[in-house]
């Protein structure tokens, strides 16, 4: 079934061109949608639950990096020893001097290895688990994607949801990797700095816990800042690639209309908001980087040798000795250091947490077409198509149909004509429960469709859509993309049902040629592969929006009969503008107003005389 989002038609039908979405684009597409919520841990929390399924890595991990952590502190307590026991005193070595020396450059020696193949071993697991984690973030957002209605395509640009598949979730590695193991790590170190240090000297320790409460209180306003900045910062990034995106893909508007100078001046201002955003989050973060560096260090010295001057000026130095100020003085640059760490990583976590923000914002957003509680697989037999008091609207306040009713029955050709804007596409986006509708029923062969899963529904249902959209991959993948358990010989005898086969076997590798973007195929080749695509799929009912219009006349002519015997037999909706097209059908309903202003055969409403006989003697397009 051709029914992906880049068609376009599906997803925005014509009469969506009339419910003032040009006027809301501005600021619903390119100006802010930011999510200025508070710094919290929840999301952190959120993110840590994905290491639930790597429980054993994760824990390998921690204990390795805390082992680490107790190896660190180690050297602190060796300058104790070498300051107490090992230097001469009164300028005579002590005994066993040599041994000691010995055993203590040893123990250097093999404190620095065991450090060095710890951070080796926990660098390659945690790229590991993060790299995990990355793609279960990624599939649970695929798969959020791929379910959400076209109301959510419809109000995000593709280029913004791209980002936060490929850009944000790539960074939130980043946060667990490099950030939340390592925070962890760094706390607990400076919880081990401060037990050593109240149990060398409890009146240094306790001044430097007080002067760290202060700081820490600092960083803390400083991250919430730095939180509210990024936000906005990765808006106006994500605002530009969207606006990029869209260009792109639409830039054979851009030079049909001369609109190169004034998109680049829209570009060039988006470039300014970036930059404007990005300054005033550098300057909260340049902020960081002296208190993370320096003041914190600076702080920790001064108070450690300030709080020991003043003990020994005021004769409480009892217990103080001097290879307890060095090595306390040691633990509070191991603190500092560790404290530095944690200024950096808030930093980097807080700017990274408005990645998360999004990617949960998308996995949060509701599905709201999803399978009723009582949905079941059902097979379409007759073809029976109903619509019953229907009313929709896409935009609240703004409806499209209004009490519309008709029947289509089995068998039955149904052409759908009418003004640009009256519903036409809406219809057939409602019989495949692309949207759901506001009030009344649609049924098939007397079930709501409601009562049909989704994909029962839409197997049985198939789209084939004015500019159909072929994948990257191989023809015959394309021609199978409607049926994956299909032999090459019936995707072959599909193709040559519509006189596709005939341009594919001129093509280098034939079945096999790829498509990708430089692949260059006609509008009309395309919609050829694209009806073998809809005839392998074999589906009950059938939706034709403008399915020939790129397609040649004398292409059409020979397709005509096949089409005409593929539809034997099915429910069909064909909306077309060619005359060919519509006379043949079974029964012509025209659409305005919200309602079915006529209904009938060619004959019937040429014998009306009424709007469908004053479109043909104007000489209008239908």
Not at 131 to 159: A, T, V
Not at 177 to 200: G, P, S
Not at 266 to 271: G, R, T, V
Request: aromatic share 10%; glycine share 4%.
């Amino acid at each position: 079934m051709d029914c992906n989002h880049t068609d376009g038609n599906i997803l925005k039908g014509d009469e969506t061109n009339n419910m003032s979405k040009s006027a809301d684009k501005k600021n619903l597409y390119y100006e802010d949608e930011e999510l200025l919520e508070k710094f919290n841990f929840s999301m952190l929390k959120r993110l840590w639950f994905y290491t639930k399924k790597y429980k054993k890595q994760t824990m390998i991990t921690i204990g390795i990096l805390l082992f680490d952590c107790i190896l660190a502190l180690v050297p602190s307590f060796l300058y104790l020893l070498i300051m107490n026991q090992i230097l001469p005193k009164d300028h005579i070595l002590p005994q066993g001097f040599l041994t000691m020396t010995g055993i203590v450059l040893i123990a250097f020696f093999l404190l620095y290895l065991s450090r060095v193949i710890c951070q080796w071993v926990t660098m390659r697991l945690m790229n590991k688990l993060g790299n995990q984690i990355i793609c279960d973030l990624r599939k649970e957002l695929f798969e959020k994607l791929m379910k959400l209605s076209f109301h959510y395509y419809d109000s995000h640009p593709s280029g913004k949801i791209l980002v936060r598949v490929t850009n944000y979730v790539a960074e939130v590695a980043d946060i667990f990797v490099f950030q939340m193991t390592r925070i962890l790590c760094n706390i607990i170190t400076m919880a081990f700095c401060f037990i050593a240090v109240l149990w060398m000297d409890a009146r240094i320790g306790t001044a430097v816990v007080i002067s760290l409460i202060f700081l820490s209180i600092l960083m803390y306003q400083l991250a919430k800042s730095l939180h509210i900045r990024s936000s906005s910062e990765r808006n106006k990034i994500s605002n530009l690639v969207a606006f990029i995106a869209e260009n792109i893909n639409g830039l054979d508007v851009i030079r049909a209309f001369n609109r190169a100078d004034k998109n680049e001046e829209i570009q060039k201002e988006l470039c300014k908001k970036h930059v404007d955003a990005l300054m005033k989050t550098t300057h909260v973060r340049e902020a960081f980087f002296p208190l993370a560096h320096g003041i914190v260090q600076i702080i920790c010295i001064l108070v450690v040798y300030g709080t020991a001057y003043f003990l020994m000026v005021h004769g409480m130095e009892r217990g103080l000795t001097l290879g307890i100020i060095v090595s306390v003085a040691s633990y509070m640059q191991i603190l500092s250091e560790n404290l530095s760490g944690i200024c950096q990583r808030i930093q980097n976590i807080a700017s990274v947490t408005t990645n998360l923000e999004r990617i949960f914002d998308t996995m949060d957003t509701e599905e709201e077409i999803t399978d009723t509680d009582f949905a079941k697989d059902i097979s379409i037999k007759d073809g029976l198509v109903e619509f019953k008091d229907v009313s929709f609207s896409y935009l609240r306040d703004t409806t499209v149909l209004e009490k519309f009713s008709f029947t289509a029955y089995s068998g039955e050709m149904i052409a759908l004509i009418g003004p640009t804007g009256a519903g036409k596409t809406t219809i057939v986006n409602l019989l495949s429960r692309f949207y759901d509708i506001d009030s009344g029923k649609i049924t098939i062969d007397g079930h709501d469709i409601k009562e049909y899963s989704l994909s029962s529904l839409r197997s049985q249902v198939g789209v084939m859509m004015q500019d159909s959209f072929l994948f990257e991959g191989t023809i015959m993948e394309n021609i199978r993309f409607s049926k994956p358990q299909a032999s090459d010989e019936d995707c072959i005898k599909a193709a040559k049902k519509v006189c596709a086969d005939e341009f594919i076997c001129r093509l280098p590798d034939g079945y096999q040629t790829r498509i990708d973007e430089h692949t260059s195929l006609s509008g009309g080749e395309r919609q050829l592969l694209a009806f073998a695509r809809l005839m392998l799929a074999d589906p009950r009912i059938l939706i034709l929006d403008e399915a020939t219009s790129h397609i040649d006349t004398e292409t059409e002519q020979k397709i005509q009969k096949a089409i005409a015997e593929f539809l034997k037999g099915r429910t069909s909706f064909v909306i077309a503008h060619r005359l060919s097209t519509i006379r043949n059908a079974d029964k012509i309903v025209y659409i305005e107003n919200k309602q079915i202003a006529e209904q009938g055969t060619h004959e019937q409403l040429l014998k009306k005389k009424g709007l469908y006989w004053k479109l043909l003697e104007q000489g209008l397009q239908i």
